[in-house]
């Protein structure tokens, strides 16, 4: 079965700080994806960014960037100059068909003024 | 286009009494969601479902959650009779197609006092 870790459970940045949220994740499978969700105080789950297995090429949007390389099983994401307002909780996830998302356990991101 | 909507958003109820969450979907959406979200972990899955049948409802508590979906539109998770280890945030989630990412609402606050 799939597994996602985010190893990092609280993260403290000051304001413009680049920081980089971490996630590893554990598949049998050689389709599936791989999904960012920001989950700001209000509660909602806002979709980010999604990757599916065969495209590596790294991503930008923004301050936001995404780095993901299949030979570590990995997909971190980067946030540069960082802002008050990207204070949030960050969940990485992996999707199979015929499976469900599952989630890791998300990452807390302060970024302080 | 209206994004996926729930209510109540926040509820406090006794152990032992039993409550309703209610979940409208984006429109056109064939697959809905429900999510438990304790606090400091990422979703859980409860139930999914397609349309107006169950695909997977392997982690619901079925001696005290039932959810339904009449109409294959709006749907309902019930709890009965609430524990204390309940007490979660309840998410509700569509998609079209599940690769391209679900869609979330903003969430129930359940507390069981």
């Known amino acids: 079965a799939q597994k996602v870790t985010q190893a990092q459970t609280e993260i403290s940045v000051v304001e413009k700080e680049d920081v980089t949220l971490d996630c590893v994740y554990e598949?049998?499978?050689?389709?599936?994806?791989l999904f960012w969700y920001k989950q700001p105080p209000s509660g909602e789950l806002v979709f980010l960014i999604r990757r599916n297995s065969f495209d590596e090429q790294n991503e930008i949007s923004g301050r936001y960037s995404w780095n993901f390389q299949k030979s570590t099983s990995s997909f971190n994401f980067t946030i540069t100059a960082s802002q008050v307002v990207d204070s949030a909780v960050y969940f990485c996830?992996?999707?199979?068909?015929?499976?469900?998302?599952?989630f890791g356990p998300g990452t807390r991101l302060s970024v302080l003024p | 286009e209206a994004g996926v909507a729930q209510s109540p958003r926040y509820k406090i109820i006794e152990k032992r009494q039993s409550v309703a969450f209610w979940c409208n979907p984006i429109?056109?959406?064939?697959?809905l969601y429900w999510y438990q979200q304790i606090l400091g972990q990422g979703p859980k899955l409860l139930i999914q479902f397609q349309n107006n049948g169950v695909v997977d409802d392997s982690q619901l508590p079925k001696d005290r959650f039932s959810a339904e979906r009449l109409k294959g539109v709006d749907s309902t998770l019930k709890i009965q009779p609430a524990k204390l280890e309940d007490s979660a945030v309840y998410l509700c989630a569509s998609s079209l197609e599940p690769e391209e990412g679900y869609t979330f609402g903003s969430g129930t606050r359940l507390t069981v006092v």
């Open positions: 598949t049998r499978d050689t389709t599936y994806y």
């Open positions: 429109s056109g959406h064939a697959t």
């Open positions: 996830a992996h999707y199979n068909y015929g499976q469900n998302f599952v």
